[in-house]
C-alpha cells in the first residue's frame, strides 16, 4: 500500500505489528485499529490532554503524533494501568474523591496522576496543578482531581 509502513509496537504491554498510512496520528491508531477507546479525542490540537497516554515513560498527547513515529516504542493507554481485576491506586482515588463527571477528561487526568505520582509520590498541591496544566476539565474543577491524586 503508497504512503504505508508497518510498525512494531508494545501497547499495554502486548506486541502489535501492523501496516498503517504514514498520515495516521498516534490516538487514530490507538481508538480506530486497536479498539482502545478509553484514550478520547477533544480538541485535536494538544490543548485538552484527553487524548494522554504514556509514550517511552512520557506523557503525550496522542493527537499531535504520527502513529508510525512510535516504531520500536512502549505505549501505555489507560487500559493498561490496571491489574485485571483491581484498579491502580490512582483510579481508585478519582473514585473514592468524586473526581469524575463527564468522564472525558479523565483518562488523561488519570494517566498524569500516575506520572505525577511515579514521578515524585509526595508532590505539593501545587506540583500537582502545575503538572496538570495540560489537561483541562470543563465538568468538576479541579480540586477533587487534585485530591485523588496528592498522596494522602
Not at 496520528?25 to 479498539?35: A, G, Q, V
Not at 480538541?43 to 504514556?54: D, K, L, T, Y
Request: net charge neutral.
Amino acid at each position: 500500500m503508497k504512503n504505508s509502513k508497518a510498525i512494531s509496537v508494545k501497547i499495554n504491554g502486548k506486541q502489535v505489528e501492523k501496516t498503517i498510512p504514514t498520515h495516521l496520528r498516534l490516538l487514530d491508531f490507538i481508538r480506530n485499529h486497536l479498539k482502545l477507546t478509553g484514550t478520547k479525542e477533544v480538541c485535536g490540537e494538544g490543548e485538552c490532554g484527553a487524548c494522554s497516554v504514556i509514550l517511552a515513560g512520557k506523557i503525550v498527547n496522542s493527537c499531535l503524533i504520527f502513529a508510525v513515529e512510535t516504531n520500536g516504542s512502549e505505549i501505555s493507554t489507560i487500559e493498561g494501568i490496571a491489574k485485571v481485576d483491581e484498579l491502580s491506586e490512582i483510579q481508585q482515588n478519582f473514585i473514592e474523591h468524586h473526581s469524575v463527571q463527564c468522564g472525558f477528561c479523565i483518562p488523561g487526568m488519570v494517566l498524569a496522576g500516575e506520572e505525577i505520582r511515579k514521578e515524585n509520590p509526595h508532590s505539593t498541591r501545587d506540583e500537582i496543578k502545575e503538572k496538570l496544566a495540560g489537561n483541562i476539565c470543563r465538568c468538576t474543577g479541579y480540586k477533587k482531581i487534585v485530591d485523588a491524586i496528592e498522596n494522602n
